[in-house]
């Protein structure tokens, strides 16, 4: 077995263990790996990845064309790059403003199945972070769940990165709570993305459904080319 292979059955065994009876999902970030980093993890049974950059992974997904994969922006989207996303994506993960809906619903190709779309929310109220504020959800959910080319899968954040992991972990607990009045009002969210390779385990004990897992997965970047 070699380090990528023992590295990924850690994880898949962490989360196993963490949630027993959720299955949370692991969203491989590939972001700065190479293309053929992306193909070894896949022939390992890996079929979700996540990408920050929409070149990058245009580049990385016409090298792996010929697999099954299922491709997550977690980036930050820029109204100019919503034409691309909604038509190489199968989940936007970063939707946090009212003007992104809209252009995502118009771009994405009739003969695919809607696009997911996931609510980014900025749950410390960073200055600099992306993500909408908590009490911005509701409205922007109703605003995407009437969108016919748009599937409302739930809500994705990034907490600050406290040194203190009880810090962490209290962000995480306000996400859950956002995330079961989204919930009340939209049943058909199934999606709480949160937890990176630092905090995981906090944000699988606190409920989320997706994990987002980069240097822990593939080893540390490379730089950003
Ligand atoms: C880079 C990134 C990750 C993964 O970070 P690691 O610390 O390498 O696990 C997860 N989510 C987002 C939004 C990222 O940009």
Known sequence: MDALEARYRHLLDALAGAAPGRAPVLLAVSKTQPAGA??????LGQRAFGENYVQEALAKQRALADLAL??????????NKCREAARHFDWVQSVDRPKLPPLLDRERPAGR????????????????????APEAVMALADQVAALPRLRLRGLMAIPAPHPEPERRRAAFARMRRLFETLRAAH??????????????PLALAEGATLVRVGSALFGPRPPKP
């Open 113 to 132: 199945p809607p696009l997911n779309v996931l609510l980014q929310v900025n749950i410390d109220g960073e200055a600099s972070k992306s993500g909408c």
């Open 70 to 79: 299922e491709w997550h922006l977690i980036g930050p989207l820029q109204s």
């Open 38 to 43: 992306v193909r070894a993890l896949a022939a």
């Open 187 to 200: 049943p058909g969210c199934d999606t709480l993305s949160m937890g990176m390779s630092e905090d995981y």
